[in-house]
């Protein structure tokens, strides 16, 4: 028969607890369940804990004004809508920029990135346009040939 615990029974009793007050209405009960599980988990390193705790805290003491500024996303957020607001234009150039190389003779060139991040210049590198471009290419359900440039 497996032996608990004495501070495994505690830890039981207090999500059941903050479990319990969440399920009756108390919103603010969730960020407790989660530090009590970040907390406990052994398989997260004990700097992503603390960086997650003390978010978490941040917010609920009101020192972040938003989530997304309690966990540092905000500006994630705008690259997010930048990207999506450049994906088709993007897309398009790429798309013209493979048509100019076939017509030289080299349609798998890798430049092709490199060269419409340079003929755009939206502060980004040929990578960013790259993952921009198959991710496009891909809500657009368009197959991704064997003989393309596959992203890493």
Do not use: C
């Not at 938003?66 to 996303?73: E, M, Q, R, Y």
């Amino acid at each position: 028969m497996k032996q608990i615990k004495e501070s495994e029974l505690t830890r039981k009793f207090w999500i059941e607890k903050i479990s319990n007050s969440f399920e009756a209405g108390d919103l603010s009960a969730l960020f407790s369940i989660l530090v009590a599980a970040i907390s406990s988990d052994p398989d997260i390193p004990e700097s992503i804990k603390r960086k997650i705790i003390s978010a978490i805290f941040d917010y609920e003491k009101g020192e972040a004004k938003t989530l997304d500024k309690a966990f540092g996303l905000e500006k994630y957020k705008v690259n997010i809508r930048r990207d999506r607001i450049y994906s088709g234009m993007i897309y398009s150039a790429v798309n013209k920029e493979r048509d100019r190389l076939k017509k030289t003779g080299n349609p798998l060139k890798e430049d092709v990135f490199e060269n419409v991040a340079e003929e755009l210049n939206l502060d980004m590198k040929g990578s960013k346009i790259r993952d921009i471009y198959y991710m496009e290419k891909a809500i657009l359900g368009e197959h991704v040939s064997e003989f393309e440039v596959i992203p890493d």
